[in-house]
């Protein structure tokens, strides 16, 4: 090795040979070394990135000190990834349902569940799945899901997806959710794109589904039926039932069955669909007394409008949902209370579906800080920091009551439920009282919320601008009409 750097030395030590005759080549003169900077220590090259990679999450990024009376998420031994995901979604503390039942569940047994909405259940039997997917891995393929969650809503199965891939953006598993009323050939394209480990569905498309064998569901390791007493109220039991047929027995899957209400027949559904399972009841005034302050307002039809408007005002509510029982008040409402400067959006059953989610996004964007809705969205959502609930209209069935007022104050979080009571809906109260276990304190309007209205403004033209434009492209011409060509003659045709 030392002979053969010598000889490479020589061989450039020497002067060069002609080319050509009388021709040389002119010897070029040694570069100059190229300066080292005076920060550089001699022997050592520093390589810049320009992405220097993160130091990796571990749980001594996640501190959280034990209270008396409350559950962490630390005391049940969860794969990091999921640990980071609710360090990141600001987890700190189980609610009362997560803790009663995430002992149970994340062991492997069935349970059945009395829970109202804002109370965590969905955050419960996601960390359960994720959990048991992460610890035992199977071979993936397309059309068998390890998972089915069946909901009654479009906007409870677009909820789920969301909680859903909030928890397991560190776990690498995959969610499709599939709904009827939009989306059709997105879904079927999202199934046979690559494999889906959780389904979260209605009933009605994913049969449709299913008869198209886009999806089997001889391999589902979990069920959850969620919102069942909704799900009996709709009519979608029969169509329940065929589903939970197509998967393993009970025996070889594991089963969670949530319901705001256990009457003797959503009962009778939860036994013939679950083995053994642990039954945990948490109380309407559990779930929505202590986070929410309630207050009622007892007012007449005529002032109820102004009583509204003054409070959305006078308090500068940023996000609020208002609740009416029918689709016409939902879209009255909304459009007197734009002429009063508010921001408001409609969500109801005469607004198509991808309109909704449009909606949606822009009232969680702060793009509408009232949103005006029907029942339709009394259950399945949740959006983050919204500060009142509003019953314009207090609810035909007292059970909604309390899902309405489960928008604010959802896990943990502290919210308040203004209601209005005018001449007829007073006597839905003792019926609310008595769902609630509690008297209700109710009292008449502030002078605040008794204050005139100034004039609203007018309402929006109906014209569009496009119209407004040609009106004024047109003016003062004369309409002309389209001159009809002569017909030909024989003879023309045949000269």
């Given at each position: ?145 390890r998972a089915l ?35 059709y050939q997105k ?162 059953g005469d607004v ?144």
């Open positions: 090795m030392k002979q053969l750097i010598r000889f490479i030395k020589t061989l450039f030590a020497r002067s060069p040979k002609r080319q050509n005759a009388g021709t040389t080549i002119p010897e070029t003169r040694p570069t100059e070394p190229t300066p080292v900077p005076a920060n550089r220590e001699a022997g050592t090259v520093k390589t810049s990135r320009s992405n220097p990679r993160k130091p990796r999450w571990t749980l001594d990024n996640f501190q959280v000190a034990p209270q008396e009376g409350k559950t962490r998420f630390h005391d049940f031994k969860l794969p990091t990834g999921l640990m980071h995901a609710i360090y990141d979604l600001n987890f700190k503390y189980c609610t009362d349902i997560q803790a009663r039942l995430l002992p149970h569940t994340l062991d492997g047994r069935d349970a059945t569940a009395k829970a109202q909405t804002g109370t965590g259940k969905s955050a419960t039997f996601i960390i359960t799945l994720i959990n048991r997917f992460v610890r035992t891995s199977v071979k993936r393929e397309k059309k068998y899901p969650i069946l909901a009654p809503t479009r906007e409870l199965v677009y909820q789920i997806e969301k909680d859903f891939k909030g928890l397991a953006k560190f776990s690498h598993l995959r969610i499709v959710s599939v709904f009827g009323g939009t989306g879904q079927q394209t999202l199934l046979t794109d690559k494999p889906a480990d959780v389904i979260a569905a209605t009933p009605g498309r994913l049969l449709d589904f299913i008869s198209k064998k886009l999806i089997d569901l001889s391999r589902i390791e979990i069920v959850v039926i969620d919102e069942a007493d909704r799900m009996l109220d709709m009519g979608f039991i029969p169509d329940v039932r065929r589903l939970i047929y197509m998967t393993p027995h009970k025996d070889k899957r594991q089963t969670l069955f949530f319901s705001a209400t256990l009457t003797d027949e959503v009962l009778r559904l939860a036994e013939s669909w679950t083995r053994d399972a642990v039954r945990i009841e948490i109380d309407p005034e559990q779930a929505a007394a202590d986070t929410i302050t309630q207050i009622v307002y007892l007012t007449t039809e005529n002032d109820k409008f102004k009583n509204v408007c003054n409070l959305l005002i006078s308090e500068k509510l940023e996000r609020v949902i208002i609740f009416v029982n029918r689709k016409d008040t939902a879209r009255y409402l909304s459009e007197k209370l734009s002429r009063y400067g508010q921001n408001a959006g409609v969500l109801s198509a579906q991808d309109k909704r989610f449009k909606v949606l996004n822009r009232f969680k964007a702060g793009d509408l800080n009232v949103l005006v809705a029907t029942d339709v969205a009394a259950r399945g959502l949740h959006i983050e920091n919204i500060s009142h609930v509003i019953n314009y209209d207090l609810p035909l069935e007292p059970e909604h009551y309390i899902h309405r007022i489960g928008r604010t104050g959802r896990a943990g979080a502290t919210g308040t439920s203004v209601s209005f009571a005018d001449e007829m809906s007073s006597f839905q109260i003792p019926k609310i009282e008595a769902v609630l276990g509690h008297k209700v304190s109710c009292e008449y309007p502030t002078p605040a919320l008794e204050a005139d209205l100034p004039a609203p403004a007018p309402p929006p033209s109906k014209q569009t601008p496009k119209q407004n434009q040609t009106k004024g492209a047109n003016k003062g011409k004369k309409p002309c009409r389209k001159r009809r060509k002569p017909a030909k003659t024989a003879a023309a045709k045949n000269p």
